[in-house]
C-alpha cells in the first residue's frame, strides 16, 4: 500500500474536508527577495538552479485503503485542495493488453476510483491551471515521493502535490539529470556558436566565460523572489546549456561578458510561446535584455505523465557583437 509521508493522526473515510493545514500564500512583491550565483564549467551541460531544494509538503489526513480502487488527495504546498486534478491508472494482464481507469479530484482535491484487474500503474497525474494569462498543465509529485506498482485488490493510497519546481523521479535524475522534464520547474536552453573569424564571427572564444542573470518578475506559488547569477565557461563540448529547474514564473534576463560587456541575446518562439505574451526578439546594443517565462507543453492535465513537470524548452542564443 502506498502512503504519503506526511499525515494526520485522523482517519478519514474520504470526499470530506482533509483537515491538514493551509498556509496564507504571501503577495509577490511582498515577498523575500535573495540571489544565489552558480558556475558551470566548459564541459557540464546543464545546471539545476534550485538543487535539491523543494517547498515543504503539506498535511494529509490518512486514508483508509479500500480493495480494488486507488484514492488520495491532492494538493498545493500551502495545503489548498486542487480541484480538477486528473489522475490516470493502467492495469496490465498477462499478453500486454493494458487497461485504463480515469479519476478526476473534487473540489475538496479528492479523487477515488475502481482500478481495472491486474498489475496497475500511474500513467498520468496532472492539472491545469491559469498561469501568466492562458492555461498551463503542470505535472504533481507524489506525497510519499515515489511511485510504484502495485496489485489490483490491494487498493493504494496515494496523495499527489502541484509544485512550482522541484526534482522528479530520481531513476530518471540519475540518468538523464539534465532533461528538463525531470524537474516541476520551468527551464531554457542557451546556444551559441564558437568563434571563427570567417564563418562565425559572432561566436563565443573557446575558454570564454559569460554571465546570464535571471531576476524575477512574477512567480507561481513562490515562498521568496531568488534572482539567479549564473557564470559559464565555453567549452568544446557542448554548444549549448540547460537551466533547469527554474521556479515558474517571469523573467528578466541579462547576458554579460568579460569585463561586463553586453551580450547580444536573441530568442526563438514557438506558437504557443506567443500565447504566453513572448515574441521573437533580436537584442541590440542598447537593449541586451529580454523577458522569458517558463512555457508550458500544454494545457490539458491529462496529457501529463506522472512523477514529472511539463515545462517546454525556450531557446536562446547567446552571441557576441560583432565590431
Known sequence: MLNACSKKDKESAGGEDDPGKIIPEIPFDQLPASSTSLTVDGNTRYVNVMGNQRKQLPEFANLQAKSNKVRGYVKDTYGRPVKNASIGVRSSVVGGVSTPAYGVTNDKGYYEFEVPFGVAEFYNTGVAVDFEGNRAALGLYPGDGELSTWSGPSGPVENFVLLPYGQGDPAELATEAWIPNNYFGGNMTLGWEIWDATYSPDGLPLGSKFTIKLTPLSLFHAAEK??????????????????????????????????????????????????????????????????????????????????RGDWQEVAVDVKKYSS
Open 226 to 307: 531568488k534572482t539567479f547569477i549564473i557564470v559559464k565557461t565555453v567549452g568544446n563540448m557542448h554548444q549549448s546549456m540547460e537551466i533547469v529547474n527554474l521556479p515558474l514564473g517571469k523573467y528578466k534576463v541579462e547576458v554579460s561578458g568579460p569585463a561586463g560587456d553586453a551580450y547580444l541575446v536573441e530568442t526563438f518562439f514557438n506558437p504557443r510561446e506567443g500565447q504566453y505574451g513572448l515574441t521573437p526578439k533580436t537584442g541590440t546594443r542598447h537593449t541586451p535584455s529580454y523577458i522569458h517565462v517558463t512555457i508550458p507543453r500544454t494545457g490539458n492535465g491529462n496529457e501529463v505523465l506522472p512523477y
